[in-house]
């Protein structure tokens, strides 16, 4: 067990754990990635035949593999860790997550076997769900278990920065293939490889995890009968313990986990969808700002060995609340000055019966808004005009006011499909040539686009990433004891990170329809962060002096 | 550290070169959700687009 610190470079060892630890991760990001780039096309290969009811099961399973099992593998493998050990525990995670990727790859689809392929596919996602939710903690241990005493930070960091790193290795494999076979095989079966792939990564991990040992900490308790006997009880059940994992959450990973989704998905997000930048040139634009923002990762982790991580962590969520929308608002200047123009020129007004519209908050994707109101308002936003909302009279369709231009939305309820899709591209093509001829752009102006501006805006929202990510992972380990340290430090992480960072995309669009402005959004990434400010502020205790073997 | 360094340059370079030659056909979104993530293209692209195609599939 490393306890004392001496100044001294990194051994051999403690750089093998570091490798075998985050090479998991990678695995974790680059499943994360394969599943959002191909999703068109496993889509089609598995649930195109099926109906719409199935349809509706389906895609409340893949909601459910995403958001609601990953906790419950927290707890599942939180507890074999704490229980049987790190080693063998993330071991399994590894395991099941490797061999789930690797059957997708081979799995038949929907025009071989029918219904049996999407029940496969999903089964296979639920599993890689559970083992997600086990391996992040049980790195984060791991690593944090061999490293000296005032150089947690700086380990773990390592860990931190795979998300990048399998990002950028899904993409590879995805084009390397892509350009080997052409376009029409990839789609047909070329999407596959990438899955399949996935094996090699597995035999690495695997081999490279069988060899290494025990963690330190956790043997010598094993040795000594010291480990829990219950730590589901341990962590959740007695107030002292659940009170530090609710701290964990609120005053912790719910703010660092908008913090990153804000600056990685959903500032992609916001310069395609929202100011219309190309695919092309956005993608490009994320990328090299992710790429010179990693390296902060290793930076922010290794400060906050000396300044404390309490410090680092609630800096970024305090500049998130401060800056988010002076700098999403200089986005917009920067990609799409035409658009801030409009904006800022044209009056447009939704008038609307108040009762038939929604609050728009769809995460599974399955509502439907079929009212006048609520189709106007999607179709607004999605074009990123910012509007008021008048009350109308009741009952009334509602009308867009653009300029001196009225349009009436209309209600999709009960229309048969072909007069609905008819009556959305009608009204489609109205509020369109209204809002060109009052200035909005139908896209970014490519000579307008000031690239070097959105990669330095890009980079300060990846290095807010940095700070309150690079230092998270030795914070929560070093806030539970050694005996239920994993499990108590994964809940909060996949609560945090899947619900509260996951729901970002869909709450967002939803506050930007309701409220007419597209900056709205933001509001909840900054409600978030300064709510994880305030409690982690008042509440949370720096933990970097912490003696993480004192109960043992 | 330096050939970490110099190994993640290398990776950068490699990665900068993918993405500029994948165009506007690598979505870099992340993981998808829900109907997201069983529905075909047009619906996949984006929650903000599945929201605003939301009209035209009601009545599918």
Redesign the interface.
């Known amino acids: 067990m490393a306890t004392l610190d001496v100044d001294r470079p990194m051994s051999a060892e403690e750089k093998k754990v570091i490798f075998a630890s985050s090479l998991g991760t990678v695995f974790e990001w680059y499943d994360?990635?394969l599943?959002?780039?191909l999703?068109?096309i496993?889509?089609?290969q598995?649930?195109?035949g099926?109906d719409?009811g199935s349809?509706f099961i389906?895609?409340?399973l893949?909601?459910a593999?995403?958001?609601i099992v990953r906790p419950f593998g927290a707890i599942f493998f939180g507890r074999l860790g704490d229980m049987i050990g790190r080693k063998y525990t993330f071991l399994v995670t590894i395991l099941i997550m490797g061999l789930s990727t690797f059957v997708v790859g081979v799995l038949p689809n929907y025009a071989s076997i029918g219904v049996a392929a999407?029940v496969i596919l999903i089964c296979l996602r639920l599993l890689q769900g559970l083992a997600l939710g086990g391996e992040y903690g049980g790195a984060a241990t791991y690593v944090a278990e061999h490293a000296p005493h005032d150089k947690r930070g700086a380990y773990t960091s390592w860990i931190q920065t795979t998300a990048t790193?399998g990002?950028?290795l899904s993409?590879?494999v995805?084009?390397?293939t892509?350009?080997a076979i052409g376009e029409e095989a990839f789609a047909d079966w070329g999407w596959r490889v990438p899955f399949i792939v996935s094996i090699a990564l597995l035999a690495v991990s695997v081999y490279i995890r069988l060899s290494m040992n025990e963690s330190p900490a956790f043997a010598k308790m094993k040795a000594e009968g010291k480990t829990s006997k219950a730590p589901l009880t341990e962590s959740f059940g007695q107030w002292k313990n659940l009170k530090i994992v609710i701290l964990a959450l609120i005053g912790l990973t719910a703010g660092q986990a908008v913090v990153w989704y804000s600056g990685?998905?959903y500032a992609?997000?916001f310069l395609?969808?929202a100011l219309k930048v190309?695919?092309?040139t956005a993608?490009?634009l994320?990328?090299?700002s992710l790429?010179i923002g990693?390296?902060f990762f290793i930076v922010f982790g290794s400060l906050s060995d000396k300044i404390g991580r309490k410090p680092i962590i609630m800096l970024g969520c305090l500049l998130a609340v401060l800056t988010y929308f002076p700098v999403f608002e200089a986005l917009t200047k920067a990609a799409n000055p035409d658009l801030y123009a409009a904006q800022q020129a044209s009056k447009v007004v939704v008038t609307s019966d108040v009762n038939e519209c929604s609050f728009?908050f769809?995460?599974?994707?399955?509502?439907?808004?079929?009212s006048s109101c609520?189709?106007a308002k999607?179709?607004l936003?999605?074009s990123s005009v910012s509007y008021e909302n008048v009350a109308g009279p009741a009952g009334a369709p509602a009308t867009i006011k653009i300029g001196e231009v009225e349009i009436a939305s209309y209600s999709?309820?009960?229309?048969?499909?072909d007069?609905?899709?008819a009556k959305?591209a009608e009204f489609k093509k109205a509020v369109a040539e209204a809002l060109k001829a009052a200035g909005y752009p139908a896209k970014a102006d490519p000579a307008k686009v000031d690239k070097v501006k959105i990669t330095i805006i890009l980079t300060y929202l990846v290095i807010l990433v940095t700070m309150v990510y690079g230092p998270i992972a030795a914070m929560l380990v070093e806030m539970f004891p050694t005996k239920i340290r994993y499990t108590s430090m994964s809940l909060p992480y996949h609560i945090g990170n899947g619900w509260f960072g996951?729901l970002l995309?869909?709450t967002a669009?939803a506050i930007v329809?309701q409220t007419g402005n597209m900056y709205n959004g933001l509001w909840y990434p900054i409600i978030i962060a300064g709510m994880t400010f305030v409690i982690g502020m008042i509440f949370v205790k720096e933990t970097k002096d912490v003696d993480i073997y004192a109960e043992d | 550290m330096l050939k970490i360094f110099i190994g993640?340059v290398i990776?950068?370079g490699?990665?900068?070169f993918?993405?500029?030659?994948?165009?506007?056909?690598?979505?870099?979104?992340?993981?998808?959700?829900?109907?997201?993530?069983?529905?075909?293209?047009a619906?996949?692209?984006?929650?903000?687009?599945?929201?605003?195609s939301?009209?035209?599939?009601?009545?599918?």
Do not use: C, W
Request: cysteine-free; charged content about 15%.
């Open positions: 994360f990635y599943y959002g780039s999703a068109a496993i889509a089609k598995f649930f195109s099926l719409e349809a389906f895609a409340l893949a909601f593999a995403g958001f999407p790193l990002l950028f993409l590879m995805i084009l390397g892509r350009t990685q998905f992609l997000f395609t969808q190309d695919g092309a993608n490009i994320v990328a090299v790429l990693t390296p728009q769809n995460p599974t994707g399955t509502v439907k808004f079929t609520d189709i999607q179709v936003a999605s999709s309820k009960g229309l048969p499909a007069e609905a899709k959305s996951g995309p869909t669009f329809a | 993640f990776f950068a490699l990665a900068m993918v993405i500029m030659q994948g165009g506007d056909s690598l979505d870099m979104g992340g993981e998808k959700h829900g109907a997201d993530a069983v529905h075909a293209p619906e996949a692209a984006s929650v903000a687009a599945s929201a605003a939301a009209d035209a599939s009601a009545a599918k």
